[in-house]
């Protein structure tokens, strides 16, 4: 296990029985993922700001980060590399910036939601908000014995009026989540529910080829 991922899942290593922190899991996954390099993952959505569709998702993790969605009825694509996020819709490039144009904005959103269960910085954000993350060892899933983190966040705790500027805001504001990690604690299916504007939104990701970094 790299030396970045031991040093930043200690309480898992040591299998702690009792809940961690948001903070602490978030940080340990994030570690996982980027030293994981990337994969390739199933996303499925239903009512999220992506569209309902089950969608193909190539990702790298590190050295840097980059990924391509695809949908099924091939009507949405999303690219990013080198820091340009860009929106592929009706044979159309559209430019992901949430100040820009109402096409522009309406691409930026649809690149956060794409990030969200691939970019290691972005599922931290997802998890950090939970005050607590229950911890279960040895679960089942599909033949390997995992260790399954889950909790729930809320970035409008504070009794603000509108969700945070958080990463995880920009998707849902408040929900749920479950992970399955394997045995190098990187995700292996991600399970996030929520609600978001009087909509109840749900993600389900499975990855796949870790370390296969499988961008076109």
Known sequence: MPQPVQDACQWL?????????????????????????????????????????TYTIRFATGP?????????????????RDGQRVLRKNDKDITADPRGSAEEAYA?????????????????????????????????LEGAACTQISGNFDTTADGSEGPQETDSSAVL?????????????????????????????TITAVNAQWGARALP
Request: with cysteine.
């Open 173 to 201: 504001p408040a929900g749920s989540f479950s992970l399955w990690l394997d045995d190098y604690y990187r995700p292996v299916r991600i399970e996030i529910s929520g609600l978001n504007q009087g909509i109840v939104s």
């Open 64 to 80: 840097g980060f980059a990924m391509t969605l695809r949908g099924t009825d091939g009507k949405i694509a999303v690219n990013i």
């Open 13 to 53: 290593l040591r299998r702690d029985p009792e809940p961690m922190s948001g903070a602490e899991a978030g940080t340990c996954v994030a570690a996982a993922m980027a030293a994981g390099e990337g994969g390739i993952q199933t996303l499925q959505t239903d009512t999220s700001w992506l569209p309902a569709d």
């Open 108 to 140: 930026a959103v649809l690149a956060d939601a794409a990030e969200l269960t691939v970019r290691p910085d972005k599922v931290a954000a997802l998890l950090s908000p939970a005050p607590e993350v229950a911890v279960r060892y040895g679960v089942p």
